[in-house]
């Protein structure tokens, strides 16, 4: 499914396909039910247009980059879609729970999450890979709203669309200031708990092998849109507080030198860095192969990356932390990076330690 709305944009980008759903484009509304699937091409064009006038937009776009929503910042409708980044929001106050609340998980069985291990395992082995990320649903047992989780959830990014997904990531896809790009990877946690848990983090030989790993990859996804990459901070140490407690992760700052006029090319420099390293692995066009064969499911917009333009810069982040609704069901999609180093209970472990609200 695609949430897209396009329109004649004075002749530059011609209106593209059929007409939505009988739906007047021109007021914005979100054709949530639409069968219109616009090409990659067809998406780094209107971005480029709108980069071009310098008409600031929204724009979600799946892991697999095949579905994809794009519009007008002022033309977003918060009853479809709600956002918050760090305070840039069409929404405004907080809808508090004030009742007690379920929030049950059927997690994968074991038995079923080691063969998928195992096939990673195998190809490290064989050397196609050396960072892989695996992850898998879980069923909720939940009598929370998308809006609800949205509304109370602490993080510094905040999606959540009408009876589709709520996310609430605290990961970066990329931030564009001042004409130099960043980004800040996200890879190695640990319960704060722990006895000497910092230590413990920085001293583990898979989270570290990890690490470096996806900030070697995303340095050279930098590297193919800007100039001057450099990693300007590496493996700092941050808590991020869960409703089952604290976490420690770690994360690294790189950044690099755009060209002045990046603005007309936005379309295709964010699909350029699509889909995101930090949530798929290295090297990346055959990791996302292995993944493919392994998941046996769709992650769909999970692991896709969101964000705005605000006519001069932009902020955006990876869809993790993420919760979709299914039919009467509700998911959350959790997983985390392998290495040769990696142990699979513990890797089965952490992708259960990920399904959290941080309330």
């Known amino acids: 499914m695609c949430y897209m709305i396009l329109y004649g944009c004075n002749g530059v980008i011609a209106q593209l396909g059929e007409r939505l759903d009988g739906i007047q484009k021109a007021r914005g509304s979100i054709p949530l039910n639409s069968t219109f699937q616009p090409t990659t091409a067809d998406m780094r064009s209107l971005l480029n247009y709108y980069g071009q006038q310098k008409t600031p937009f929204f724009f979600i776009i799946s892991y697999d980059t095949k579905s994809s929503f794009v519009l007008p910042l002022r033309m977003v409708n918060p009853d479809e879609i709600k956002y918050d980044f760090s305070g840039i929001t069409n929404t405004k106050g907080k809808q508090k729970i004030k009742r007690d609340f379920s929030f049950d998980k059927k997690f994968i069985?074991?038995?079923?999450?080691?063969?998928?291990?195992?096939?990673?395992?195998?190809?490290?082995?064989?050397?196609?890979?050396?960072?892989?990320?695996?992850?898998?649903?879980?069923?909720?047992?939940?009598?929370?709203?998308?809006?609800?989780?949205?509304?109370?959830?602490?993080?510094?990014?905040?999606?959540?669309?009408?009876?589709?997904?709520?996310?609430?990531?605290?990961?970066?896809?990329?931030?564009?200031?001042?004409?130099?790009?960043?980004?800040?990877?996200?890879?190695?946690?640990?319960?704060?708990?722990?006895?000497?848990?910092?230590?413990?983090?920085?001293?583990?030989?898979?989270?570290?092998?990890?690490?470096?790993?996806?900030?070697?990859?995303?340095?050279?996804?930098?590297?193919?849109?800007?100039?001057?990459?450099?990693?300007?901070?590496?493996?700092?140490?941050?808590?991020?507080?869960?409703?089952?407690?604290?976490?420690?992760?770690?994360?690294?700052?790189?950044?690099?030198?755009?060209?002045?006029?990046?603005?007309?090319?936005?379309?295709?420099?964010?699909?350029?860095?699509?889909?995101?390293?930090?949530?798929?692995?290295?090297?990346?066009?055959k990791t996302v192969e292995i993944i493919n064969s392994v998941e046996q499911y769709e992650r769909g917009f999970y692991t896709g990356v969101a964000g705005y333009f605000d006519g001069e810069n932009v902020d955006s982040c990876v869809l993790i932390r993420f919760i979709e609704k299914i039919a009467d069901k509700m998911y959350y999609k959790s997983g985390g990076g392998l290495t040769i180093y990696s142990d699979c209970r513990s890797e089965y472990e952490e992708l259960k330690e990920k399904v959290y609200v941080p309330f």
């Open 109 to 285: 069985e074991y038995a079923k999450y080691k063969p998928m291990f195992d096939k990673i395992n195998c190809e490290f082995k064989n050397g196609n890979t050396f960072l892989c990320n695996l992850t898998q649903p879980t069923e909720l047992e939940t009598d929370l709203t998308l809006d609800e989780i949205y509304y109370n959830a602490k993080s510094k990014y905040k999606i959540s669309v009408k009876d589709k997904f709520t996310c609430f990531s605290p990961e970066t896809f990329i931030k564009i200031r001042n004409n130099r790009i960043y980004t800040y990877p996200m890879k190695g946690t640990i319960n704060a708990s722990l006895p000497d848990a910092k230590r413990k983090l920085l001293n583990d030989q898979k989270e570290f092998a990890e690490h470096i790993t996806v900030v070697d990859l995303l340095r050279n996804d930098i590297g193919i849109v800007a100039a001057n990459v450099k990693v300007d901070r590496f493996r700092y140490v941050s808590k991020v507080k869960t409703d089952k407690g604290t976490v420690l992760q770690t994360s690294s700052i790189i950044s690099g030198d755009l060209d002045c006029g990046w603005q007309k090319n936005i379309g295709d420099l964010i699909y350029t860095m699509l889909p995101a390293g930090s949530v798929t692995g290295a090297p990346k066009t």
